[in-house]
């Protein structure tokens, strides 16, 4: 037992030994972990001081770079500002060309020349002089990718003192280097509107002026391009070198290139004074673009009164305006100061200025002068078309009522196409005219900026008139046959333009000095037969007057294909023309006036007649209109459908209320008064009862009128008057219907609450007008187009030109018209 117990007490021991040890070699372990991450954390806490130390260090380094640099230019600009006691200080602090990463895309710089880029990107002209003096040849090099020399890239960021100085400096030849796109500087001054820059470089070279980029333009075509604010004077300036110095420029099909960019700038007086000086410019044709410079014209039909699309209170308002046809063009001497014209101009230019403004610190100065067609006014930009200065033509309207622009004033001319606007006699006119336009405009209104885009949009009308009047009138003169005058216009398809884009201006000038047009075809079509196409009914009218004598041939014309002039009213209209009427109905409605007006015009022997298809005018205006009967079927059934389900709902709460009188009745049954209505004697009490019959009793009839249009058959002459008239009658009905059980609501509300509200008429007055204020309109412009349009159409809504000829005159009529097509057809 005794040995059993020693042999537990010595395992015990052992186990005890072991534990030991291996507790101990545990805590070694432990102990060597600690100390290797107390090692490791130390280490990289070192790291990152040290880290820490190197960025601090680099950006206290940085900041005292900068520091540095920055009190160097503050210094250098001290220095500058010392230098010149004169005050011409370049401040660059404002930027005022705000040069930041935003808006000014520097092009890669070669690198030896980033000083001089430098230099004359922020116009330092003390360090580019003197760095040219260390690299001479450093005048003519091109320092960035896009090939600009240091001329060119201070004309570009706009530092003109620099470029000043910098052309004195250069050589005559230096100044004619050319950048990427082939722009000398004069171009790139010429596109930013500097007129000094321009006229430096000028005075220098006059070479310049007739140097062209890569496209083929001259300065003068690049400034008139890219317009801007203030740069009339770049843009005239210009015109004039060019013009005593090459004029040889406005010749061909160049001059033809440069006239067409002064059209669609908008400049019209200087293409006025270009058609004058240059008039075979008019049939002289633009090869590349294949236009000619009175097509230019004609495809900007907003530039025409005709072709502007006015309100009418604005066109009431264009009707008092005067403008002033003076041009600074006007006598324009080119032999006089040959040798120097710069000198000459600026004192020209300084002269005008001065009486500019001399005559706006005066107000505006009524003038007549639409007598004098031969005077023109300074430049007057587009207004329906305005781009950026980058490459386009903004409308100049701080000033446009100065001296240099006209005035405001009466309008006197009996044959203005605004005279239409007025509704009074002639003599009354002219008394309205005179008062309002020497009273009132020029004291009051003559600062609105409306009236100032509206004078701008009437000088730009009337100055149109003048350039097509001028061209049409060279073209008269360079032409000998009407044979040359017809092919010209064949070629450049301006009567076809003009009548489609409905300018009226046009086209009564050229029957004014080319009567003989009318009755000649124009492209295969005559002028007539475009016009009926085309759905112009003034144009067509004015057809019809100016071939007053030959009416009987008009109205028989025909084409190669048999078509009469009914034939071709009797197609469909263009879509563009039906867009500008609401509602397929109305169109249908339209369509079918033009065919009743052209059919009431020609013989009756032509309703008969047949084209080569065999087909008769009314069967063409079946087949071309059917899916806008269609179309005009479904409006009318939708319009009137909507419509019955308001004029039913009212007509049920009107009967309703019939029954439901406000206060109740008298429930005394011995009294004489049993049963009637409780405010029998009031007056509010009759208007709720008017009011409660009257919107019945229109509801009702409303009601009756859509279903009479559900109903209807839906021919093309239902379309005419009849339709038309149930919708109007309709819609009027349910107008006053709703009117009608508004007033019955109020006087109802007003009898049950007087005694406790005495106040309750006015918020229902205004709640109720208002109301009725959405619902007119929303609904009254369709309502009145109708109205209008059925009772006072303005299609052929002038005299009866029936023509009066026997139907044997009128079978050789026709018969002699076939033979004429068939042989040009032949030929």
Partial sequence: MSTTREGEEHNRESQEVRLQRVESSNIAGIEMMLSKLVDSLAHNQRQMLEAQAQSQQHLLESLTTNFNKGLEEVLKHQNKALANPTGEKKVKADEKKQKTAENAVVPYVVEEYTNLFSAAYWGYWDEAKEYFKTHPDSVTKKITSDLETALHVAVKFKEWDFVEEIVKFLSVDDLEAKEKSGFTALHMAAAHGNIKAAESMVKKNRKLIMLRDNDGNIPLETA???????????????????????????????????????????????????????????????????????????????????????????????????????????????????????????????????????????????????????????????????????GGQIVDEENPLDGSHGQIGNEEDENDETDKLSFVSTESKKGLIKFISERIMPSYLARVPLVKRLYNKKLMHKQAVVLVKKMLEQIDDKTTTVAEVIEFLNKTSVVNMAIKNGITEFIKECLDIFPFVISHDLRGESMIQIAIAERNEEILNLILDAGEDQRDDLVCKVDESGNSILHYVAKIAPSYHLNTISGAALQMQQETQWYKGIESMVHPFLKHTRNVNGDTAQFVFTEEHKKLVATGEKWMKETSGSCMVVATLIATVAFAAAFTLPGGNISQLESPKNGFPVFLRKNTFAMFALADAVALFSSITSVIMFLAIMTSRYSEEDFLISLPQKLILGLANLFLSMASILVAFGAALFLALRDRYAWTPIPIAIFGLISMFLFALEEFPLFFQMVRVTYWPRVLKSKNRRSNSSDKQTRLTIKQNSIKQKAKKDN
Avoid at 277 to 302: G, N, Q, T, W
């Fill in 224 to 390: 008139i391009s890219n317009v801007s604010d203030g740069q009339d004077k770049t843009v005239k300036y210009l015109y004039i070198v060019t013009l005593k110095n090459y004029p040889s420029l406005f010749t061909g099909p160049q001059g033809a290139k440069l006239l067409c960019c002064t059209i669609e700038a908008g400049y019209f007086d200087v293409a006025i004074s270009i058609v004058e000086r240059f008039p075979d410019l008019a049939m002289e044709k633009i090869e590349k673009r294949d236009l000619y410079a009175l097509e230019s014209v004609v495809c900007r039909p907003f530039s025409f009164f005709s072709g502007t699309k006015l309100p009418w209170w604005q066109r009431f308002i264009y009707l008092f305006i005067r403008v002033n046809l003076r041009s600074p063009y006007d006598n324009l001497d080119l032999e006089e100061d040959k040798e120097n014209p710069l000198e000459n101009l600026e004192s020209t230019l300084r002269a005008e200025e001065e009486e500019n403004h001399l005559e706006s610190s005066e107000g505006p100065i009524i003038r007549d002068e639409d007598s004098h067609l031969e005077s023109y006014q300074v430049p007057i930009r587009d207004e329906e078309n305005p781009l950026d200065s980058s």
